[in-house]
């Protein structure tokens, strides 16, 4: 009758290793990595593709090209590069350190006699869990709308979050193709209408403007702006 005990502990004792090891093989593993980023992938249908994945679960990853292809908006990131603390999980959150690609395309596609949808107001968009991300870098980012030239926007740098109840986008810089934006604080909340508030400037030249007839020498324009409100009804505040 004691040996049955005993053996039952040994298995268990045989179990906890071998759930240790796979779970540091999963943590620990480009391997890993890869076949889960793959399985990620094809559960999407093929709309969303990986190719050249290194790194680990652990502390980061790093991918040559992110591709997403739903048949109306193409989005392709590259050299694409995540990295974050895995101790966060054990306080209920995801900090994520850095997030940060070379360059993204974005292309919207419709067709031309194609009347634009109408735009519907998201239900609730919060998360299950608190995510904080210290920093996003892309190097460049190109979008090209439909009839359109296409708008390029480099430098971007921001950190972000989601917090119960509301989203955060903060430190945003960007050099965009109608002057330098920058954003210290950018809210909406995740539920239903989604209360917005948010601060911007625009430092800018009348060239960039496409204002003809001014001297070259003419100084810089700075424009700010504040929106408050929520996407039924915003209201913008605009002043120079």
Request: aromatic fraction near 4%; hydrophobic fraction near 50%; charge should be negative.
């Amino acid at each position: 009758m004691r040996a049955a005990p005993r053996r039952l502990l040994l298995a268990l004792g045989a179990l906890a290793l071998l759930l240790a090891a796979f779970v540091g093989w999963i943590a620990l593993s480009e391997g890993a990595a890869r076949i889960g980023l793959e399985r990620v992938a094809a559960a999407t249908g093929g709309r969303l593709a990986f190719d050249g994945i290194e790194g680990r679960l652990l502390d980061g990853l790093r991918v040559r090209r992110v591709e997403w292809d739903d048949e109306r908006v193409r989005v392709v990131a590259d050299e694409a590069e995540l990295r974050w603390h895995w101790r966060s999980l054990l306080d209920g959150r995801v900090a994520i350190g850095l997030l940060r690609a070379g360059a993204i395309e974005i292309d919207v596609a419709r067709s031309a006699d194609a009347a634009p949808a109408p735009l519907a107001m998201p239900g609730a968009v919060g998360l299950p869990a608190a995510v904080l991300v210290g920093r996003i870098e892309a190097e460049r980012i190109v979008l090209r709308l439909p009839g359109r030239e296409p708008l390029a926007f480099t430098g971007l740098s921001a950190r972000a979050a989601h917090l119960p109840g509301e989203y955060r986008v903060e430190a945003l810089r960007v050099d965009t193709p109608w002057g330098e934006l920058t954003a210290d604080s950018l809210r909406m909340g995740t539920e239903v209408p989604h209360p917005v508030i948010a601060d911007a400037s625009l430092l800018t030249s009348a060239e960039r403007l496409g204002m003809a007839g001014l001297r070259d020498d003419a100084p810089p324009i700075a424009l700010a702006a504040t929106a408050s409100g929520d996407l039924a009804a915003l209201g913008i505040d605009a002043r120079a």
